[in-house]
């Protein structure tokens, strides 16, 4: 029996059986050359421009640009680092965008500071800090180019973590990009709800 990593036991805590689908649907395409993945990620992600400008708040909806654009070329194992770490830094734009005064202050730091002041829900405070341990520090780390491993460690990340991970990021998103329009932050577009074409790929172009 093959051990689950990290990522994977994460995963397993926090997602639903209809996003565990949507995650492997998507490793497959990440691992396959071509543009599937780009096209998928698009449909799920909310829309961050228009006509090549990108909305505001800037800082938010370009790092979800950043997201996205790491799919761009499927099957390129090297990719996924800089795809689980856009992923971290898009939450640290909305952490920053909902306290200010941490804006300097890198993912982990932020949560740790907020949830001893009891400004976050400690159930999100503590999937932040799991995203944050799990998948955003370490590819923060990955500063060499790596064969493609035979086996997962915490140096390396492969198809399946990425998807894993980005289902995950988008749970985590969603959740504070609904504090955010209660703080009064204007975000013109929103994440879209869980649609069934994501996992057969007719939402593809």
Partial sequence: MVQENAIEAQARKVLDEEEIKLASHLSLLLSTPGAGAYWLVKDILPVYEKERRVFEPRNIYKSLAYVHNQTAVGGDPH????????????????????????????????????????????????????????????????????????????????????????????????????????????LPQDWKEFKEEWLSGKSQQ
């Fill in 79 to 186: 990719m996924m680092r800089y795809f689980l770490h856009s992923m971290g830094s898009h939450l640290e734009t909305c952490l920053h965008g909902l306290f200010p005064i941490y804006a300097n202050n890198s993912l982990g730091k932020v949560v740790s500071q907020i949830q001893r002041g009891g400004l976050l829900h400690t159930e999100l405070a503590q999937e932040l800090l799991d995203f944050n341990n799990i998948v955003y520090v370490h590819a923060k780390h990955l500063d060499e180019f790596y064969p493609v491993p035979v086996s997962i460690d915490e140096t390396t990340f492969g198809f399946m973590d990425g998807a894993l991970a980005f289902v995950m990021f988008r749970r985590l998103s969603m959740k504070l990009f609904k504090l955010l329009r209660l703080e009064g932050v204007g």
